[in-house]
């Protein structure tokens, strides 16, 4: 039997993975995947407490509308992203995260 | 508009005017001399009365209640007259500088006025700071050192000060929390008082919030150890920075002790380690900053570590806190504040013509500026406390304060540190004599030449000094406009 | 009303002078001699007046805890002072118009003249210990200008600052005294309160809260006022630098009413003393040593005005002596004969004023005609060349060394012997004999030197008779040096003469010894001489008390100071505003190394934040009980 | 016309300027602006005019959005901080222009109409759907808004640190909403006040859901730790954005905050006390954070993004002391009073930087010296701006502090206030060094400044705003108490 536990820490495997990543990755375009990641564990504890909270004996549907709604600003967010990631691209001629280092202190 | 609105606005709109293109002496001057009238007229007008009187108020915000509320007794009203008198003669004896000099004037003249006849905690604390700016400003960049040397003298008081008004600041939120009756917030001085009176605290919370006051205050004040800001700020300071704030602004803290602190906690001083503390650190004053200043050897060392020093007279008055030393320190608070404005402009104008206020190079000063000289003797036979010049009056009050209560056979804490504080009369004769010696006794050294001002240059000295003797020879004068218990 | 003009005249002179010496020119010397003739003529009417205490100012008032004022307080000493103060002023002022003639800065001396006739006016008219502490003050700072009217030099402007910072100590003693009265006296300082206080109020033996140890401690700081202001030993050294004033004002100030304010003091507060055995011995055993030190200490001074100078300290410690004898003698039992009877250092403080006044001006005449030379060794011959001089200098003399039966100083000196007489303790007797046997020699010595013999120097040789206006007051001070004290003369002053009673054979031996053998050994010892004969460097140097003083000094003070100074510095400066500031400082550099730019150690940064977050707020903050 | 509608028609003139510019190229950036800010005072008029009860709003929308006095006051709030911006835009626009890869300046005027919108939606959200999706859309336009002068190397690592950490918090965000919904089962802030008010919610999961989603607002009001995104974005982002970003986005923040804080800290709420604790930590860490390191900066634009966490820190401890026994301003009262102070002073110094930037100038301080010599009346609103910053009495800056200072003593939090009391004082280090700047005189042969007529305006009024307020607030204290007496009025 599958409780929300599983889910749960399926989705906490999954957020610190992304973080992890995020933390550790020095390729900006991997980094964002991270972040993509995380925003997916987010997901994925949403849609398990949805289901597992019953209202009149259906799963509870505002929060896998806060979902959809992820997913489309996530979207957004990497349209977004990329463009500016480009453009870093090519004015550096790098993706490393290491090329931004001049503001500081 | 209640006439003492009046007088703090002039001041500050001079400023304003003067920052706008106003031609700056004549405007400064003018808004000055008329402060001054307005000052004598509420000091006659308020003549044998007793209370808080002119009170006029604008209310600002109702919760916390906060209004822009004037009001004078003769505390205010006495020092608001020392801030007329200082801020003309301050301005009077500009020459040869930019506005800016006029404008700072005005405003740390306008900030103290503001402060001393305002009745609202949040409007005193306000003008002070208001005052504070153009202090800092003038001292960072047209002290009398190298730039370098100047912003640091200019931080190191600003630095000191701010805390210092900080801590004040959370003191006087401490006040207003315990004091404000019912279920509003008020910065109202007379709404708390009434409070105080009617639920006082107790004395160990009295005691506590006191001592946050006093380091409040007290560094404001350059209560000894948070003194080490002064002296160098005053040596550098411009001159009529120096003499307004040593002679006017600094009095602020002391001004709130007493009308805030005392009259809202009257066991505060008076609960052991509190009194006690307070002892150690105006003895501090006294004693050590009156050796310092006769390790001095400079003028402008001598008179600003003697400006520290003599605080703690005033503050051995509020330690007493009975009527008779509370009066004296109200006196001894206008006294010092005449007679080291004498004295600093005096000082600056010896720097400007000799370009030099170490005591081994000058001498004889007397001979061919016999005028100066006089005006110097009265600034500093009065800062030694000679009878017949204010400071007298204010420190003989303050010492019979302390012995109000007394027991024959035992002397309290307060009544021993009078008497080491009597030696402290001693060190000021050696240091303020030895400084009068080495500059105005003697043969003339060579190379140094100064002669009188000329006479309208004398006029704002000579109104010092003038001050300094009518009120020394009548401090009844200023005891009258005290009438109303303190 | 005459009271307030005697008090006032010269205020007004002062401050007229003051403010208006330029364009008053000459008529500032007028007005400042006008105002002291005024005043005398006053002061006689106000010889007749009634006792009585008026209020002129009030100078301080605190509604009903506490009043001080200028007041006017009429009653024998008073009067006696007065007269004694304005009428020998009154002749310095005019001999000062002949000695100074050529001096530039007139104006300045007589308007401090001036100032110094209405400070001392204030301290005789006192009626309260504050308005006596004021023109106590007041007086120091007149003194100070006066010594330092020859600022230029710079021996004046040492020793004006010296005076004026050796009475600060003594003052320091005054002021705590007068606090101490004040406490214990329920907030008054008045005099009358304080007498009826002692006698039968919270003050006197026996009444609640009373404590002897007290009493003697408020009398010592009392009387610590008097030995600055009479200099008496061990703040006894001002006074001979004090010679640096121009000459009348050492007649007036520092011989004849300044110095003696301190014995005019001790008398008005004499219920005090009278109440401490012990205070009242250890004043007269100051008293006593200072009057030896003195005496011994004048035998060698070869300096015209030092011999006088060490002269009075002696004779101020004479009568400060005979105020702790007199209380002494007071609490043995010994009661004053007599209704309302004069006490023997008032007595000697009149006689002696008009006599040392007269020394003094007579010194200055000598002075002034050989040429500002002080050196009794570089004059000598004087009595042909100045007989008028000579002649009033010489009943000066005599009447200081206490010639029996026709000078004044005979009888006031023996009515002081009595006093230690009648103390009962030995000691004080014999060294008062002893001092008034050294007095009649160094006296004489000085009139053999200067007087006698033939011219040493050129300026000795050319010395004429001073001007007819510096004469006049010799003379008038002459005829009060011999009659002053004989009965029936100047009548309101025969109130402040003790009580007229057969001097005990044991005291007339005594003083007529003294002078007997005092003169002859001064006679034997310097008759033709050219030089000292005897030279005791231990005398000559006055103990070496300056040198002492400036050792302590020097550690005490400019030591200590930058010591203290130091220390400041280093402490509290460094403690309290350089060490937060340095730590603030330090933490600033180190948050801003969190800062580093590099974007993994942002992120590292929130995720651990988001991680010490979770843990704060999960584990940590519901245990705190938040 | 419901307020509702405004926003809509806000958000859709930014469409239709942005598609105006990308249709029509040959169109004036001037007329692009103008109208962008004709759009947003028309707006802001219709604000004031329009009916201002949920009642009037259309039905569909009325579950999700609510009109409240602290609404009404963020509505206008992000009106005038956007107008302001996009005519800040216009001054700077010669200088902006030389970094963008086209030389134009198009998004620049409709993305903040955009950001406005999402902005005053967030202030009527009622639930954490309506809260992610606004905040987001006002996130997403920064990421473009900070990253818009490609050319300028800043501009472009601002953008860079700016998405990563902003996408990353984002994520935070998100995880915390679930697991908030997780201990409460519901989005809305009404349920989850109730639900946390209930004894049988797990007080360990809400703790675990509050803390995550506070930590994801917390990196959007530039709260320690997650503060470290702002010193570099600042810095980098254009002077226009960065105002905005320090105001507006800001705002917007703390306007979210304190909702979900209203629901997190209602009456009887099982982690109400451990939030409070958490604010206080984190308020005075944040403030000392901002403030310590700020001492140091030479560049004033960055000194002014430390002196933005330090505010945070100051909003974050007012947040804490939530009943304030004798307080007409609840604790969202003082937070919304506060950022109404801050507004004014905040805009002044960007706009003085601005335009010193186009008249050739750096953002060092050491490029302000002499200021006071070259353009008199800028040195003095520039003073006025940075005294209010520090929070010296008589400006508004000051009363803002007094509040929270207030709230703090009246808790008995004395370790919060000490370190509010430290930052401070730092806080006079830094601003005083820079007013002292200004006034220094030595080697300043410089020509003097010149700016337009509108800057002086624009300039004057944000002065005079801060000076009036800072002497007679009751106008803006009423507008902050004129209903809702639940939230708001105590």
Not at chain 2, 123 to 134: D, G, N, Q, V
Not at chain 3, 559 to 588: C, M, Y
């Amino acid at each position: 039997m599958i409780t929300l536990g599983h889910y749960l820490v399926v989705s906490g495997m999954l957020f610190s993975l992304g973080l992890a990543g995020v933390i550790a990755r020095r390729n900006i375009i991997i980094v964002y995947m991270c972040l993509e990641m995380m925003l997916s564990a987010a997901n994925l504890a949403l849609v398990g407490f949805s289901r597992f909270h019953l209202v009149n004996g259906l799963p509870d549907y505002t929060a896998q509308s806060l979902v959809f709604f992820t997913i489309t600003v996530a979207a957004a967010e990497v349209a977004v992203g990329l463009a500016i990631i480009v453009a870093l691209f090519r004015s550096k001629q790098s993706v490393d995260v290491e090329s931004v280092t001049k503001l500081q202190g | 508009m209640s006439v003492l609105e009046l007088i703090i606005a002039l001041p500050l709109l001079a400023a304003l005017a003067i920052w706008l293109g106003a031609p700056a002496r004549a405007a400064s001057l003018g808004a000055t001399f008329i402060n001054l009238i307005l000052v004598l007229y509420t000091a006659v007008q308020y003549w044998g009365k007793t209370g808080l009187a002119f009170t006029h108020s604008r209310p600002i915000l109702e919760n916390p209640s906060l209004s822009f509320a004037v009001g004078a007794d003769g505390i205010s009203i006495i020092l608001a007259l020392l801030t007329a008198l200082v801020m003309l003669a301050a301005i009077w004896q500009i020459e040869d500088r930019p506005p800016i000099f006029y404008v700072s004037s005005l405003l740390i003249g306008g900030g103290a006025l503001g402060a001393f006849l305002t009745t609202d905690v949040f409007f005193i604390y306000a003008f002070h700071e208001l005052a504070l700016i153009p202090t800092f400003l003038m001292i960072a960049l047209h002290g009398r050192a190298e730039p370098a040397q100047r912003k640091a003298v200019a931080w190191k008081a600003t630095i000191y000060l701010g805390v210092g008004s900080l801590v004040l600041l959370a003191g006087l939120v401490w006040l207003v929390l315990e004091f404000s009756g019912g279920s509003k917030l008020t910065f109202d001085l007379e709404a708390l008082r009434s409070q105080a009176k009617l639920n006082p605290l107790p004395d160990a919370k009295q005691a506590q919030i006191f001592f946050v006051l006093l380091l409040g205050f007290g560094s404001l004040v350059s209560l000894f150890p948070f003194h080490s800001w002064a002296a160098p700020a005053y040596a550098t300071a411009p001159t009529p920075v120096a003499m307004l704030h040593s002679g006017v602004l600094k009095k602020f803290g002391l001004y709130g002790l007493i009308r805030i602190a005392l009259p809202l906690l009257p066991q505060g001083a008076h609960v052991e380690w509190v009194q006690n503390a307070l002892l150690l650190m105006l003895l501090g004053n006294i004693l050590v900053m009156g050796l310092v200043t006769i390790h001095a050897s400079r003028l402008d060392n001598t008179l600003a570590n003697s400006s520290v020093m003599h605080m703690g007279y005033i503050f051995l008055g509020i330690a007493a806190g009975t009527e008779i030393a509370l009066k004296g320190a109200v006196i001894l608070m206008f006294a010092h504040g005449i007679s080291i404005a004498l004295l600093f402009g005096l000082c600056g104008r010896m720097r400007n013509q000799l370009g030099t206020l170490e005591y081994n190079k000058l001498g004889g000063l007397a001979t061919h500026a016999p005028a100066f000289t006089v005006l110097f003797a009265f600034g500093s036979f009065a800062s030694i406390g000679l009878p017949g010049l204010t400071n007298f009056a204010g420190e003989v009050l303050i010492f019979l304060g302390n012995f109000t209560e007394f027991k024959a056979g035992v002397l309290t804490n307060l009544q021993w540190t009078v008497i080491l504080a009597l030696w402290g009369v001693v060190m000021s004769a050696v240091y303020m004599l030895r400084a009068y010696r080495s500059i105005f006794h003697g043969s003339p050294a060579t190379g140094l030449f100064m002669i009188d001002p000329v006479f309208s240059q004398r006029v704002p000295f000579i109104m010092l000094a003038t001050t300094l003797l009518v009120t020394g020879c009548c401090p009844w004068l200023l005891l009258n406009l005290m009438k109303s218990a303190l | 009303m005459h009271a307030s003009i005697i008090l006032l005249l010269p205020f007004f002179s002062a401050l007229v002078i003051l403010l208006g010496h330029r364009q008053l020119k000459g008529a500032s010397v007028l007005i400042s001699v006008g105002s002291s003739i005024i005043s005398f003529i006053a002061c006689l009417f106000f010889l007749a007046a009634e006792d009585d205490n008026k209020l002129l100012l009030p100078f301080l008032d605190v509604g009903g805890h506490f009043h001080a004022g200028i007041e006017v307080l009429i009653d024998k000493q008073s009067r006696g002072m007065m007269f004694i103060v304005s009428f020998i002023g009154m002749l310095v002022h005019i001999f000062s118009l002949g000695y100074m003639k050529d001096d530039d800065a007139k104006p300045r001396f007589f308007g401090s003249l001036s100032l110094f006739m209405f400070s001392m006016t204030g301290i005789v008219l006192a009626g309260n210990l504050i308005m006596m502490f004021i023109f106590w003050e007041l007086v120091g700072l007149s003194s100070y200008l006066l010594i330092g009217h020859w600022y230029q030099k710079a021996s004046a402007a040492e020793a004006c600052k010296k005076a004026f910072l050796t009475n600060r100590i003594g003052d320091f003693g005054f002021m705590i005294g007068i606090l101490l009265l004040f406490g214990a006296n329920h907030g008054s300082v008045n005099l009358d309160d304080l007498a009826t206080a002692f006698k039968s109020g919270p003050l006197a033996p026996g009444a609640p809260g009373y404590s002897a140890g007290f009493t003697t401690a408020a009398a010592l700081c009392i009387f610590l006022g008097a030995v600055g202001k009479s200099a008496q030993f061990p703040l006894h050294v001002w006074l001979p630098d004090a010679m640096e004033g121009p000459t009348p004002v050492s007649a007036l100030i520092h011989a004849a009413t300044m110095v003696a304010a301190g014995v005019y003091m001790l008398v008005r507060v004499s219920f005090l003393i009278e109440a401490s055995p012990l205070a009242a011995e250890i004043i007269a055993g100051i008293g006593c040593f200072t009057a030896l030190l003195a005496a011994l200490m004048a035998t060698q001074q070869n300096d015209i005005k030092r011999v006088l100078a060490y002269s009075t300290l002696s004779q101020l410690g004479y009568m400060v002596m005979a105020v702790g004898a007199v209380a002494m003698a007071a609490q043995h039992g010994h009661e004053a004969h007599g209704p309302n009877p004069g006490h023997p250092a008032m007595f000697h403080l009149y006689t002696h004023a008009f006599f040392k006044a007269m020394l003094f001006l007579g010194s200055g005449a000598v002075i002034y005609a050989c040429h500002h030379e002080q050196d009794i060794w570089k004059m000598g011959g004087l009595r042909k060349h100045m007989p008028v001089t000579f002649w009033t200098f010489l009943i000066g003399t005599l009447a200081l060394m206490g010639l029996p039966w026709i000078t004044s100083g005979f009888y006031s000196k023996e009515a002081i012997l009595g006093a230690a007489y009648d103390s009962g303790c030995s000691i004080l007797f014999h060294s008062a004999a002893l001092t008034a046997l050294l007095t009649s020699f160094y006296m004489m010595r000085l009139v053999i030197i200067a007087f006698f013999g033939k011219p040493r120097t050129e300026s000795a040789h050319h010395a004429t008779e001073v001007p007819v206006i510096m004469c006049l007051p010799l003379i008038a001070l002459a005829v009060f040096s011999v009659l002053s004290a004989w009965d029936g003369f100047a009548t309101p002053l025969q109130a402040l003469k003790p009580a007229h009673e057969p001097p005990h054979a044991t005291v007339l031996f005594a003083s007529i010894a003294a002078f007997i053998i005092g003169t002859g050994g001064a006679i034997y010892l310097y008759r033709g001489k050219d030089k000292d004969p005897i030279s005791i460097k231990l005398f000559a140097n006055k103990f070496y008390f300056d040198e002492i003083y400036a050792v302590i000094v020097r550690i005490c003070q400019d030591r200590l100071a930058w010591i203290v100074t130091a220390l400041e510095r280093v402490f509290v400066d460094g403690l309290i505003a350089r060490l937060p500031t340095a730590i603030v400082a330090r933490l600033g550099a180190a948050t801003r190394l969190l800062q580093g730019g590099h974007l993994q150690g942002y992120t590292f940064l929130l995720g651990g934040g988001v991680i010490a977050v979770i843990y704060l707020v999960v584990f940590v903050l519901p245990r705190m009980g938040h | 016309m419901s307020v509702f509608t405004i926003e809509a028609g806000l958000a859709i003139l930014g469409l239709v300027l942005l598609l105006l510019e990308a249709f029509k190229p040959d169109i004036s950036r001037r007329t692009l602006g103008l109208t962008a800010i004709a759009g947003a005072t028309l707006a802001l008029v219709l604000l004031t005019i329009a009916p201002h009860d949920s009642a009037s709003l259309p039905g569909f929308i009325q579950p999700w959005h609510q009109l409240d006095s602290l609404a009404l006051f963020y509505k206008g709030f992000a009106l005038v901080i956007t107008i302001l911006v996009l005519w800040l835009t216009l001054e700077c626009a010669p200088y902006l222009t030389r970094f963008t890869v086209d030389g134009k300046l198009a998004e620049m005027f409709s993305l903040p109409l955009i950001v406005c919108a999402g902005m005053m939606w967030m202030a009527s959200a009622r639930d954490l759907v309506t809260v992610f999706v606004a905040l987001e859309l006002v996130t997403v336009s920064f990421y473009v808004l900070v990253a818009f002068a490609r050319k300028s190397a800043f501009s472009l690592e601002a953008g860079v640190k700016y998405l990563i950490l902003g996408a990353l918090s984002t994520g935070v965000l998100v995880y915390g909403i679930a697991w908030i919904y997780g201990a409460t089962g519901t989005m809305s802030f009404d349920g989850i006040a109730k639900a946390l008010a209930n004894p049988a919610t797990s007080k360990t999961t809400a703790l675990f859901g509050a803390a995550v989603l506070l930590c994801g607002l917390g990196f959007k009001v530039a709260a320690a730790p997650f503060h470290m995104w702002v010193p570099d974005v600042y810095q980098g982002a254009p002077t226009p954005v960065t105002a905005f970003l320090s105001v507006g986005s800001k705002a917007a923040g703390f306007v979210v905050l304190t909702r979900a804080l209203d629901a997190f800290m209602a009456e009887g709420s099982i982690i109400g006390s451990e939030i409070q604790g958490f604010l206080l930590v984190i308020g005075s860490l944040t403030a000392l954070l901002g403030s310590l390191p700020a001492m140091f900066q030479t560049s004033v634009k960055r000194l002014l993004a430390y002196s933005s966490i330090s505010h945070a820190g100051y909003l974050l401890l007012a947040l804490a002391c939530r009943e304030s026994a004798r307080f007409d301003l609840s604790s969202g009262g003082v937070v919304a009073f506060y950022l109404a102070t801050y507004l004014p002073m905040t805009v002044l110094g960007f706009l003085g930087l601005g335009l010193m930037r186009a008249n050739g100038l750096g953002e060092d301080i050491k490029d302000f010296a002499g200021l006071a010599k070259r353009n008199p009346l800028l040195a003095l609103l520039m003073t006025i701006s940075f005294a209010s910053l520090a929070g010296l009495p008589l400006t508004a800056g000051f009363l803002g502090k007094l509040f929270v200072f207030l709230g703090l003593a009246d808790h008995g939090y004395w370790g919060a206030m000490s370190c509010a009391v430290i930052a401070a004082a730092a806080g006079f280090y830094y601003y005083f060094k820079t007013i002292l700047a200004m006034y220094t005189t030595e080697g300043t042969d410089v020509p003097a400044l010149t700016f337009s007529g509108p800057a002086k305006a624009v300039a004057g009024a944000l002065a005079l705003v801060i000076l009036i307020l800072g002497v007679y607030p009751k106008p803006l204290q009423s507008v902050l108490t004129s209903d809702r007496p639940a939230v708001l009025a105590k």
